[in-house]
Every structure is written in C-alpha cells, then in structure tokens.
C-alpha cells in the first residue's frame, strides 16, 4: 500500500520554463511533507518542507504548495536550471504519531539548456 | 553539510557471506536511520534508532540487524547475504526535533551481493 506516490517517474523541462513535480499521499494523518534531491551517487539532500498548517512555502526559486483537501502537493521550480537535473522525492509523516518519514519513489528531472 | 560518513563505500561480496555496514555521524543527533534504495522503490525504511542501544523495525527490516552502542555510531549487519540485497544503502541523522522531521543523509554504500 502505496501512502506517498509521484506517479510520474520521469519530466522533462527546458531551461528558464517552470519545473513542476507532483505528489499525491493516502494517509490523512501525514501534517508534514518534505522535498529531498538526490545527484547520482551522492546521497539525497533536503530541499522544503511545509506543514499542513500552510498551504504554501517557498525559498528561493523552490515553492511548495499544499492542497490538504486534494492530498496533493507540488514543488515548483522557477527558473528551472541544467543543475536542477536530479531525481526529487517527495516524503511525508504524522508528527503526531511520532512516525517517520515515508517516501515516494521519486521523480527524475531533466532540464536541458 | 552534516557529518555523515559511511563505510565502506563500495562492496562486493558473496552470497551467505555476513557483511556490516556503518554510520558514523558528528552531530550528535539522537535519530538515526538506514534506508535502501532501489529502482522503482524509492528509499525504504530498515530500521532506525532513537538513542543508544534503543532501535525499531522499519518497512523492509528482514534480513537486517542493527546496533548502537555510542550515539556516533550505527551499524547494519546482514547476517547472510542475499542477492535481493544488492542496493545502495544509506544513513540518515535527525536531531533537534523528533524523527517526524528532516533527515540528512550520508553519501551512501553500493552493496552487491553475487
């Protein structure tokens, strides 16, 4: 049983254009959500998190946004950048559960010039 | 960057054979955990632990075995290696809050198992 997907395994973007990545979660308890990016033979890397009290967050040229009712969130990259190419994964836990994270099988990114 | 190591970084080694991997971390974090990673499954959970010699099972703890015995240091052991084991491995560290938030990662060990 599947609570975190990204169902898509692969996106393609240009340069400069919006990257937007997608996650939908099954568990109504998950209140926390995170971003990780992970470099081929590196380990992944935290980028944003957001709790479910917002329903947006951003840093940078990286935003989160949270539609708690849908269980979806999405990370939006403006402007996308060739060293943006990695593979996101999106995780999720129940603060209140004292769970840890549970992650989605992530989605590989590539930007091209 | 948090002060994850692991090691070592590559390993090849038999079916049946144990082999231990370790964590060594130099935050001084309470939280510490082990994931695989494999395609088309993302990261899973092993095992994790909250302190020294406090550890708990994770989604895909079968076949595994852990242990800490200082707070800078955890270890994975696979008692008999199997080829369903061939992944990559990785240690991750959480501290000020609980384990509901963000990990760090270590850069990872490439396990295979022939």
């Known amino acids: 049983d599947q609570q975190v997907k990204q169902n898509s395994p692969s996106l393609s973007v240009q340069e400069g254009r919006i990257s937007i990545l997608n996650c939908d979660y099954t568990n109504s308890m998950f209140d926390y959500f995170l971003w990780y990016k992970k470099y081929p033979a590196e380990g992944p890397t935290f980028l944003i998190s957001?709790?479910?009290?917002?329903d947006k967050n951003e840093d940078g040229r990286f935003t989160v946004f949270l539609n708690k009712s849908a269980k979806h969130l999405s990370l939006h990259i403006v402007p996308s950048q060739p060293g943006d190419s990695a593979v996101y994964f999106c995780a999720a836990s129940a603060t209140s559960g004292y769970s840890t994270l549970t992650f989605g099988k992530g989605t590989m990114l590539l930007v091209s010039p | 960057d948090a002060g994850i190591t692991q090691s070592p970084r590559h390993k090849v080694t038999e079916t049946g054979t144990p082999v231990t991997l370790r964590c060594h971390q130099t935050e001084n974090h309470r939280y510490m955990y082990w994931y695989r990673q494999d395609p088309g499954h993302g990261l899973r959970l092993i095992h994790y632990s909250y302190g020294v010699k406090d550890t708990d099972k994770g989604e895909v703890s079968d076949g595994y075995s852990v242990s800490r015995s200082k707070t800078e240091d955890f270890l994975l052991t696979l008692e008999s290696a199997t080829s369903s084991q061939t992944s990559v491995y990785f240690c991750a560290i959480s501290g000020d809050r609980d384990l509901s938030y963000e990990q760090y990662f270590g850069p990872g060990t490439r396990l295979t198992v022939t």
């Open positions: 957001i709790s479910s009290i917002k």
